[in-house]
């Protein structure tokens, strides 16, 4: 990539440049400091020159932040945007861009998480420097308020400005540069239709794996296990007769996890959910019921750590 010295560019020059690689409308351009732009392009500059490197850290650490930061797009899985704005406080800045910065957000599950951009005065002098609010991931799932996310993202960032000036360093806010928002898909975990299971879980005689055809996985497994047969226990026809015992109304399957905690509610019930990696035989993600006592926890660690130390 041809290196340019924006040093040597106009205004008007900077403007259009800062439109055309960073989607930024006509009036916010215009609200931007020259030395701004310069900032804006060179930072631009410097983010494709590590794309290549980063697409790499990417495929190993799809949840790191530092690296995933540094993407406007990359298939259909990561986003990132900034939605810039020469705004004197948050609240206007967020109430401006709010609308274009949710409409932004992916429909699907999505861990996402934003970075304010601040310039900060301080107190009696012409001194500024630049602050970075960052906010935790947070997972978004389809049927999740995104209005209601960003009404807690404003509160989020308004308490991290507030602690940031109250720091004693009498830098205060001097307006807003812009907000960052990175976010990628995710696939949650949920029950869904039959899988074979691999030998090193069918040889030890312990899971009933039911041969369903349908996405109602969770429900098949709920009453095998309420309601144990003898005879053939992978077959959905023995349970059929007990589906009506059990409160599923109102759930969507495939069902996910995030629905457990209601379904135990609802039916007295404790579910416990374990994940293995199919490769390396290890236990990658859990779900313990809040029900369920310590010992029934370690037990349960106990065959997790038993399958691993025996196959991995």
Known sequence: MEQVDYKKLDRDQLRKLVRNRTNTS?????????????????????????????????????????????????????????????????????????????????ENSVKIYVSLECEMIKEGTEDTQVAHLTTKSVLLNPGDSRIDFMKNIKSDLVNRLEHYQSRGSGFRLNRIIGLRMSQTKIMPLSGSKYIELPDWIKNKKAVVNVQNKDEKCFMWCILAHLYPVEEHPERISKYKEHASKINFEGFEFPFQVKDVDKFEKRNNLAVNIVTHDLKTHLSVENFLSVGVKSDCFERLKKVGQKWESEWG
Do not use: A
């Open 26 to 106: 006509r009036d916010d351009v215009r609200n931007m400091s020259v030395p701004e732009m310069r900032k804006i392009l060179k930072q631009l500059d410097i983010d494709e020159l590590s794309e290549k490197s980063n697409l790499q850290m990417m495929n190993l650490f799809p949840f790191d932040e530092t690296v995933f930061s540094d993407y406007k797009e990359v298939g259909d899985t990561l986003r990132d945007t900034f939605h810039s704005g020469n705004s004197k406080t948050l609240e206007s800045f967020l109430d401006k861009k709010g609308p274009d910065i949710v409409k932004k957000i992916y």
